[in-house]
């Protein structure tokens, strides 16, 4: 997981600040001085250290501070919101052309950063929005790249304009522009071709597709993972060509995240969005505020409503609702329940963006998710018929046999998971019941770990 270390350590730091209730000058010195090892463990530019933690310490030994009723959260407070300003503070969004116009990303990067796989994403976010995307397949160099393009455009059915290897980069952003004016597309992105490192012959090309189509933005894609070494990369293509905004990849990988913290600082522009997996919707709209509070231990609760609201039914899950107050729901309910849950991202995915879930308190929960069993509930549940499914009153021995050959795991581990599904619907009866008086949400105990 992101930040993982860093996280930890922050909120050890800050523990030690709040047993001591009221601090003095020299307290908040030394924690301030674990905050800034912290930081240059995470990979984090020098420089950027530098000038964050001296606006950090300027406001943190103030007297509102020091002699305030609770120091220690202060100084938090002020450790995260210095840390959004590092980060942008506002949240930026792409600028899109009205109308028929043609909005044109050139899409730029390192080979290896996860810039075909980003312009697939990316597409299909512009996509979901009402936009008309088209890909440019611009990479003539490295083996298979177009395939590798069209493979990940037709995850998100979006179409891929490519004219082959044989004709020059430029040439293939013009036509795929005009095509594009022709047939209706109001966004192309430009797939372009990377290098293991900045060299002038891929500046040199990027400077002609400029040159020759009139590009809205320019969009660096960039792999977290690389630390300071993404800043520098950063740097050099805002110098040489230009650039308009970022993506962070592999934000979910085992990284420092020293690029995140470093990047708008270092060259000035703004993190659009953070790469955070592999599936097509795990591109995330990027909140400096939302990530700092991710870094520090604090949670991010926004954006998991937010990707509740994506993924649930509404309406299914007030259907839901009514079916635990009463108790009639059957295990078609709980597979959907599991469906559900994997749409938004799976059990991982959701400790993440809860307050005081991560580091290695994360790590230890992620450990006791059994996924496998998960699966093996699935099989079981698959393995009933719609009636059994519906009433699981009719589950008898020999029809739990049956059921345990077919899912293949042994009989035991049907009638535990009919065991807990009876207590879980007493229970249910119990608090859902009685005139309404009790309500609230419930977490049922089924071996796969599920949430209704």
């Given at each position: 997981?992101?930040?993982?270390?860093?996280?930890?350590?922050?909120?050890?730091?800050?523990?030690?600040?709040?047993?001591?209730?009221?601090?003095?000058?020299?307290?908040?010195?030394?924690?301030?001085?674990?905050?800034?090892?912290?930081?240059?463990?995470?990979?984090?530019?020098?420089?950027?250290?530098?000038?964050?933690?001296?606006s950090i310490q300027e406001k943190a030994i103030g007297q509102d501070v020091m002699n305030g009723l609770n120091p220690g959260q202060m100084v938090i407070k002020i450790v995260n919101d210095e840390m959004t300003a590092l980060m942008g503070s506002e949240t930026t969004e792409l600028?899109?052309?009205?109308?028929?116009?043609?909005?044109?990303?050139?899409?730029?990067?390192?080979?290896?950063?996860?810039?075909?796989?980003?312009?697939?994403?990316?597409?299909?976010?512009?996509?979901?929005?009402?936009?008309?995307?088209?890909?440019?397949?611009?990479?003539?160099?490295?083996?298979?790249?177009?395939?590798?393009?069209?493979?990940?455009?037709?995850?998100?059915?979006?179409?891929?304009?490519?004219?082959?290897?044989?004709?020059?980069?430029?040439?293939?952003?013009?036509?795929?522009?005009?095509?594009?004016?022709?047939?209706?597309?109001?966004?192309?992105?430009?797939?372009?071709?990377?290098?293991?490192?900045?060299?002038?012959?891929?500046?040199?090309?990027?400077?002609q597709i400029r040159e020759q189509v009139d590009v809205t933005q320019t969009i660096l894609v960039v792999d977290a993972m690389t630390g300071q070494e993404a800043v520098n990369v950063?740097?050099?293509?805002?110098?040489?060509?230009?650039?308009?905004?970022?993506?962070?990849?592999?934000?979910?990988?085992?990284?420092?995240?020293?690029?995140?913290?470093?990047?708008?600082?270092?060259?000035?522009?703004?993190?659009?969005?953070?790469?955070?997996?592999?599936?097509?919707?795990?591109?995330?709209?990027?909140?400096?505020?939302?990530?700092?509070?991710?870094?520090?231990?604090?949670?991010?609760?926004?954006?998991?409503?937010?990707?509740?609201?994506?993924?649930?039914?509404?309406?299914?899950?007030?259907?839901?609702?009514?079916?635990?107050?009463?108790?009639?729901?059957?295990?078609?309910?709980?597979?959907?329940?599991?469906?559900?849950?994997?749409?938004?991202?799976?059990?991982?995915?959701?400790?993440?963006?809860?307050?005081?879930?991560?580091?290695?308190?994360?790590?230890?929960?992620?450990?006791?998710?059994?996924?496998?069993?998960?699966?093996?509930?699935?099989?079981?549940?698959?393995?009933?018929?719609?009636?059994?499914?519906?009433?699981?009153?009719?589950?008898?021995?020999?029809?739990?046999?049956?059921?345990?050959?077919?899912?293949?795991?042994?009989?035991?581990?049907?009638?535990?998971?009919?065991?807990?599904?009876?207590?879980?619907?007493?229970?249910?009866?119990?608090?859902?019941?009685?005139?309404?008086?009790?309500?609230?949400?419930?977490?049922?105990?089924?071996?796969?770990?599920?949430?209704?």
């Amino acid at each position: 997981m992101a930040f993982e270390s860093l996280s930890d350590k922050f909120q050890n730091i800050f523990k030690n600040m709040r047993r001591k209730g009221r601090l003095t000058e020299e307290d908040v010195k030394a924690a301030l001085k674990e905050v800034k090892m912290a930081l240059l463990e995470a990979d984090v530019s020098f420089k950027v250290v530098k000038t964050l933690m001296k606006s950090i310490q300027e406001k943190a030994i103030g007297q509102d501070v020091m002699n305030g009723l609770n120091p220690g959260q202060m100084v938090i407070k002020i450790v995260n919101d210095e840390m959004t300003a590092l980060m942008g503070s506002e949240t930026t969004e792409l600028k899109l052309k009205g109308g028929n116009d043609v909005t044109v990303l050139m899409m730029m990067g390192l080979q290896g950063a996860g810039k075909t796989t980003t312009c697939a994403k990316l597409a299909a976010k512009l996509k979901s929005r009402g936009r008309r995307p088209l890909i440019a397949a611009c990479d003539i160099y490295r083996p298979a790249a177009i395939k590798q393009l069209q493979v990940s455009a037709a995850k998100v059915n979006v179409p891929v304009f490519e004219m082959g290897c044989d004709v020059e980069p430029p040439k293939i952003a013009q036509e795929a522009v005009r095509y594009a004016r022709e047939n209706g597309y109001n966004v192309v992105l430009l797939d372009t071709a990377g290098r293991l490192q900045i060299d002038e012959d891929m500046m040199a090309e990027l400077q002609q597709i400029r040159e020759q189509v009139d590009v809205t933005q320019t969009i660096l894609v960039v792999d977290a993972m690389t630390g300071q070494e993404a800043v520098n990369v950063a740097s050099t293509f805002e110098e040489k060509i230009g650039i308009d905004g970022v993506i962070l990849t592999k934000l979910d990988g085992d990284t420092r995240g020293g690029a995140a913290l470093s990047i708008r600082a270092a060259c000035g522009k703004p993190i659009l969005y953070a790469g955070m997996g592999e599936k097509p919707d795990d591109l995330e709209q990027f909140y400096p505020d939302r990530m700092s509070s991710r870094i520090l231990g604090m949670g991010d609760v926004l954006s998991l409503i937010e990707k509740a609201q994506e993924n649930l039914n509404e309406e299914r899950a007030k259907e839901m609702e009514k079916k635990l107050r009463k108790a009639t729901f059957g295990f078609d309910d709980y597979i959907e329940s599991m469906n559900q849950m994997k749409k938004m991202g799976g059990m991982s995915s959701i400790l993440k963006m809860l307050p005081g879930m991560g580091g290695s308190q994360l790590s230890q929960i992620e450990d006791q998710i059994d996924e496998s069993q998960m699966a093996r509930t699935e099989a079981i549940i698959l393995s009933m018929t719609p009636k059994e499914r519906a009433n699981p009153d009719l589950l008898n021995q020999s029809r739990k046999i049956r059921i345990a050959k077919g899912a293949g795991v042994p009989v035991g581990e049907v009638n535990k998971l009919v065991k807990q599904f009876d207590q879980a619907r007493k229970l249910m009866k119990q608090f859902g019941g009685g005139g309404g008086k009790r309500r609230g949400s419930f977490r049922l105990p089924f071996g796969g770990g599920g949430l209704f």
